[in-house]
Nanobody, 118 residues
Framework: QVQVVESGGGLVQAGGSLRLSCTVSGISFSLLPMTMAWFRQAPGKQRELVAA???????KYDDSVKDRFTISGNIRKKEAYLEMNSLRPEDTAVYYC??????????WGQGTQVTVSS
């Protein structure tokens, strides 16, 4: 059974930092994900892509977090991290880790709450 587990969320003041972690179990070490990504969903809003890392090493960011957030990880080990700096109240959301093995196999974690107070 595949499990995706996020950790590292919490309450922080505006301007502060948090580091989110994502680990995956239940997938053979020899299988390489296509992508690992962080999404977020604020109350009343749709889930949106925050940052992604690809098997080839490329990275992608939403414009709203460029220069503030950094995604890193080890695709082979199926680990991903999101370093979040200069946090703003509008970054408040539940953050989800997403793992795509192929178009037919996508997995989500349960989410971790990030709350930024003004």
């Amino acid at each position: 059974q595949v499990q995706v587990v996020e950790s590292g969320g919490g309450l922080v003041q505006a301007g502060g930092s948090l580091r989110l972690s994502c680990t995956v179990s239940g997938i053979s070490f020899s299988l390489l994900p296509m992508t690992m990504a962080w999404f977020r969903q604020a109350p009343g809003k749709q889930r949106e892509l925050v940052a992604a890392i690809y098997a080839g090493g490329q990275k992608k960011y939403d414009d709203s977090v460029k220069d503030r957030f950094t995604i890193s990880g080890n695709i082979r080990k199926k680990e991903a991290y999101l370093e979040m700096n200069s946090l703003r109240p509008e970054d408040t959301a539940v953050y989800y880790c997403n793992v795509v093995m192929d178009p037919g196999r996508k997995y989500w974690g349960q989410g971790t709450q990030v709350t930024v107070s003004s």
